[in-house]
């Protein structure tokens, strides 16, 4: 059977009870499935780097010569402004004991001063597994809180901290941004369709698609081994319903047309998915594809989002193409109520463009002078860019929530009265008989604050020397510090030295991210150009709507740069603009597949100028209505506590808008008109007869 045919299924007369009754037994299985997809997210992977960088080796030896090592720290730090007290130390005594009881071993650091006599330290490494962890940095957390003399500032910080604060800030977050998403697409839908019921069917196909997602995302983490984080768990929400959205409004809004032109709802659904199937596919098959090409990043977090986002586009292309149809076609007409589409005699002949008033004027001025709309909406695209000398990259620990948390202010306690480095200190781990030229030879590094004794292991053949930095963990400084350490630890003669910790981490992973940047990017367009070719059959046209792409993307990052530097977060999480672009560029596109695809049919009926300007007449509204959709379903991700998140949303939102307001709307019909047949060059549109095509009377008037 033909895709076609097989697309036409949920039209029949008894297919489309057919296709309920599938999607009702989908449901039953799919439902307590989605709900245990919490119980396989595996979070380890958001700050985990490749096995081939230095300082994923450097854990890796540790764990072998210290295994103690594994243990994350928890990190309290004291502070009296006017100096410690007695009763203030006596107090620092007493949590150290009592804090042996949730320290792995019971091994608690004794306290280390500061040189001002106003701060002191304690550290323990806690349990490896998640629960206990979490439990015993709870019970410190409570600790410190109570009762501690009036005028001391305690708080908990270290990787344990941090760790447990990211999953405080999440926790319930992922009800509110459903309920965020799903409240903001039914509003946006209410006013789409101004009907009372209309509204509702899109919106749980699109609920039924996220649960069977969920599902099959459960089942290929809990049995395939796929990796799912809370930022892919994330993302897949916002990607179902935005998606999944965003061709139930192609469908629905290409249904009703037909509606117009057939007595029978079942033929009018038929055409309707035969016509619409296309583009839908071709959109469905974009994203996905893309999102799978961040297989080939090396970044652990940014690989994993691929398969779990394709997952997703799979399901909302799956329930929008066959649930959707069968359930509009099972209550007819009266949903559309009070605008129903009657069924009107000769509406095959009738000008279509007419009942678009905004879009037919649009359609006008873009006519009227092609070449001064696009190159007046190229250069304010160019001009948006700009914004982008306002963002930085790389995101500061402390800048990480977009709320006070617990261990940013601690690390904030530690950096005003100790090295910068004190909560972080770079590891050097090398070859035992090498440990005083190692320890000499960092102690000449400039930035380095100080170096400890080293640390033998059990066997007797490495050493772990702990290298204090100047600067703040997370810092440029530091980071150029560690690429000096490295230099001068490689060079010691059999040491076979390894330098990790927080700031190496921090260094691999932005080297890991340029390298995925290099790779990933082309890769993308790459496959998006592709299938545009395959798509339009044409070059020039694909060509044409690449450079779009790539010219929004950039604008996008500018317009972004100028709101994120207004919300007081500029510098970008280093795996942000990767991800932005793939999802830029694979849903940007879309809308200009939507048109593109709808041009090639009228062009092929009309001849290319009205043919272009009926497509964008037609298609104008709803496509509109779903780039405000999908930008506004990306804008629910600014409920997340998480600043990367918010960053994530701004972006995307602002570049969606971008490509559906003026990409899709001003400069790709002014550039295709300026062209003339040759944006299909070299496939058969290319070759039409130029001889004149009577003009439409909708559009000549205007």
């Known amino acids: 059977m033909s895709p076609q045919r097989l697309a036409g299924l949920p039209a029949g007369r008894r297919g489309k009870y057919a296709v309920l009754l599938l999607w009702l037994a989908l449901l039953v299985a799919a439902g307590p499935l989605a709900v245990k997809l919490g119980e396989v997210q595996d979070n380890s992977t958001l700050g985990a780097l490749p096995a081939g960088a230095e300082s994923s080796r450097a854990v890796q030896r540790a764990e072998t010569a210290f295994p103690g090592s594994r243990h994350p720290l928890a990190i309290a730090v004291y502070v009296r402004d006017t100096g410690l007290t007695p009763?203030?130390?006596?107090?620092?005594?007493?949590?150290?004991?009592?804090?042996?009881?949730?320290?792995?071993?019971?091994?608690?650091?004794?306290?280390?001063?500061?040189?001002?006599?106003?701060?002191?330290?304690?550290?323990?490494?806690?349990?490896?597994?998640?629960?206990?962890?979490?439990?015993?940095?709870?019970?410190?957390?409570?600790?410190?809180?109570?009762?501690?003399?009036?005028?001391?500032?305690?708080?908990?910080?270290?990787?344990?901290?941090?760790?447990?604060?990211?999953?405080?800030?999440?926790?319930?977050?992922?009800?509110?941004?459903?309920?965020?998403?799903?409240?903001?697409?039914?509003?946006?839908?209410?006013?789409?369709?101004?009907?009372?019921?209309?509204?509702l069917i899109p919106l749980v196909a699109v609920a039924v698609a996220?649960?069977?997602?969920?599902?099959?995302?459960?089942?290929?983490?809990?049995?395939?081994?796929?990796?799912?984080?809370?930022?892919?768990?994330?993302?897949?929400?916002?990607?179902?319903?935005?998606?999944?959205?965003?061709?139930?409004?192609?469908?629905?809004?290409?249904?009703?047309?037909?509606?117009?032109?057939?007595?029978?709802?079942?033929?009018?659904?038929?055409?309707?998915?035969?016509?619409?199937?296309?583009?839908?596919?071709a959109s469905a098959a974009t994203v996905a594809i893309g999102l799978l090409c961040l297989l080939a990043a090396d970044l652990p977090a940014t690989r994993g989002l691929g398969?779990?986002?394709?997952?997703?586009?799979?399901?909302?292309?799956?329930?929008?193409?066959?649930?959707?149809?069968?359930?509009?076609?099972?209550?007819?007409?009266?949903?559309?109520?009070?605008?129903?589409?009657?069924?009107?005699?000769?509406?095959?002949?009738?000008?279509?463009?007419?009942?678009?008033?905004?879009?037919?004027?649009?359609?006008?001025?873009?006519?009227?002078?092609?070449?001064?709309?696009?190159?007046?909406?190229?250069?304010?695209?160019?001009?948006?860019?700009?914004?982008?000398?306002?963002?930085?990259?790389?995101?500061?620990?402390?800048?990480?929530?977009?709320?006070?948390?617990?261990?940013?202010?601690?690390?904030?306690?530690?950096?005003?009265?100790?090295p910068g480095g004190s909560a972080a200190p770079a590891e050097i781990l090398a070859a035992a008989g090498t440990a005083d030229r190692v320890v000499a030879a960092a102690r000449a590094v400039p930035g380095v604050a100080e170096v400890g004794a080293p640390e033998h292991s059990a066997d007797g053949r490495w050493v772990r020397v702990p290298a204090v930095l100047a600067g703040a963990p997370d810092s440029d400084a530091a980071r150029d510090t560690v690429t000096r350490l490295r230099a001068a630890v490689h060079a010691v003669p059999d040491a076979r030295a390894l330098v990790g910790g927080r700031t190496a981490t921090v260094l691999d992973e932005e080297r890991t991210v340029n390298r995925d940047n290099r790779v990933v990017i082309p890769l993308v367009l790459a496959v998006v150009l592709v299938i545009l070719v395959l798509l339009l059959r044409s070059l020039v046209a694909p060509l044409l709507l690449m450079a779009s792409v790539v010219l929004s993307y950039a604008a996008a990052m500018g317009a972004a740069g100028l709101?994120?530097?207004?919300?007081?977060?500029?510098?970008?999480?280093?795996?942000?603009?990767?991800?932005?672009?793939?999802?830029?560029?694979?849903?940007?596109?879309?809308?200009?597949?939507?048109?593109?695809?709808?041009?090639?049919?009228?062009?092929?009926?009309?001849?290319?100028?009205?043919?272009?300007?009926?497509a964008l007449t037609v298609t104008g509204g709803v496509i509109t209505s779903a780039g405000v959709v999908l930008a506004a379903t990306f804008g629910a991700l600014l409920v997340l506590p998480l600043v990367p998140s918010v960053q994530m949303g701004v972006i995307v939102a602002l570049g969606i808008l971008l490509d559906t307001l003026l990409v899709r709307s001003l400069l790709i019909p002014a550039l295709t008109l300026d062209l003339g047949v040759r944006t299909w060059w070299p496939g058969r549109l290319a070759r039409r007869s130029s001889q004149p095509v009577p003009p439409e009377p909708a559009l000549a008037r205007t």
């Open 87 to 199: 009763a203030d130390r006596a107090r620092v005594d007493a949590d150290r004991a009592a804090f042996a009881a949730y320290a792995d071993g019971g091994a608690v650091s004794t306290p280390v001063a500061s040189a001002d006599g106003r701060a002191l330290l304690l550290s323990l490494p806690v349990s490896l597994d998640d629960e206990r962890r979490a439990d015993a940095v709870g019970a410190l957390k409570d600790r410190l809180a109570d009762g501690a003399p009036p005028g001391l500032r305690a708080a908990l910080t270290g990787d344990a901290a941090a760790e447990h604060d990211v999953f405080d800030a999440f926790s319930g977050m992922d009800g509110a941004l459903l309920l965020a998403t799903a409240l903001t697409v039914a509003l946006l839908l209410l006013v789409t369709y101004r009907s009372p019921v209309l509204w």
């Open 210 to 281: 996220n649960q069977l997602a969920g599902a099959v995302v459960y089942l290929l983490a809990r049995h395939a081994g796929l990796a799912v984080d809370f930022q892919s768990q994330t993302i897949l929400t916002v990607l179902v319903f935005g998606v999944g959205v965003d061709y139930a409004l192609l469908l629905i809004a290409r249904y009703r047309e037909e509606l117009r032109r057939h007595a029978d709802r079942h033929a009018a659904m038929a055409v309707a998915l035969r016509r619409s199937a296309g583009a839908v596919c």
């Open 307 to 418: 398969p779990v986002g394709a997952v997703g586009i799979a399901a909302a292309l799956l329930a929008m193409t066959t649930l959707l149809p069968a359930v509009l076609v099972l209550c007819g007409r009266w949903l559309f109520w009070p605008f129903v589409p009657r069924y009107t005699p000769g509406a095959d002949t009738r000008d279509r463009a007419a009942d678009h008033g905004v879009w037919r004027r649009m359609a006008g001025l873009v006519a009227g002078r092609p070449r001064a709309v696009w190159l007046g909406t190229a250069a304010a695209l160019a001009a948006l860019t700009l914004g982008i000398g306002n963002l930085g990259l790389g995101l500061p620990d402390d800048e990480a929530f977009t709320t006070e948390v617990g261990s940013v202010a601690g690390q904030r306690l530690i950096a005003a009265h100790f």
């Open 563 to 614: 709101v994120l530097d207004a919300m007081g977060h500029p510098r970008l999480f280093v795996g942000v603009p990767l991800q932005a672009f793939l999802f830029l560029v694979a849903l940007g596109v879309d809308y200009t597949i939507f048109l593109m695809t709808r041009a090639r049919e009228e062009v092929a009926r009309i001849g290319h100028r009205p043919g272009v300007l009926r």
